[in-house]
């Protein structure tokens, strides 16, 4: 019970703190506006998505990466033969 007020009253906090930020925004500055999820602790942060590749990731582990050429293209991406009825 006392972490839902507590969460409550974040949002009501963070909501007059993104609206005080957003009527002090730059907009040149920035062109995002600020949203009560900014200065809301409690809020879910979204993971940021790393791209890269499959080579980049072995390396990163430590693992050696060689591509297998003799089985592409995949067979199961070619079509199949139609049967004559």
Same mark, same amino acid.
Request: a positive charge; hydrophobic letters at 35%.
């Given at each position: /019970?006392?972490?839902? +007020?507590?969460?409550?009253?974040?949002? &009501?906090? $963070?909501?007059? !703190?993104? @609206? !005080?930020? %957003? /009527?002090? =925004?730059?907009? #040149?500055? =920035?062109? #995002?506006?600020? +949203?009560?999820?900014?200065?809301?602790?409690?809020?879910?942060? #979204?993971?940021? &998505?790393?791209?890269?590749? &499959? %080579?980049?990731?072995?390396? !990163? @582990?430590?693992?050696?990466?060689?591509? =297998?050429? $003799? %089985? @592409?293209?995949?067979?199961? $991406?070619?079509?199949?033969?139609? /049967?004559? $009825?």
């Amino acid at each position: /019970m006392a972490e839902a +007020k507590r969460q409550h009253d974040w949002n &009501v906090a $963070s909501t007059i !703190m993104a @609206l !005080m930020a %957003e /009527m002090n =925004r730059d907009r #040149k500055r =920035r062109r #995002k506006p600020f +949203k009560p999820d900014d200065f809301n602790p409690y809020a879910d942060q #979204k993971p940021i &998505v790393a791209r890269g590749t &499959v %080579e980049q990731a072995a390396a !990163m @582990l430590g693992a050696n990466f060689q591509p =297998r050429t $003799s %089985e @592409l293209p995949c067979p199961k $991406s070619e079509p199949e033969e139609r /049967m004559s $009825s």
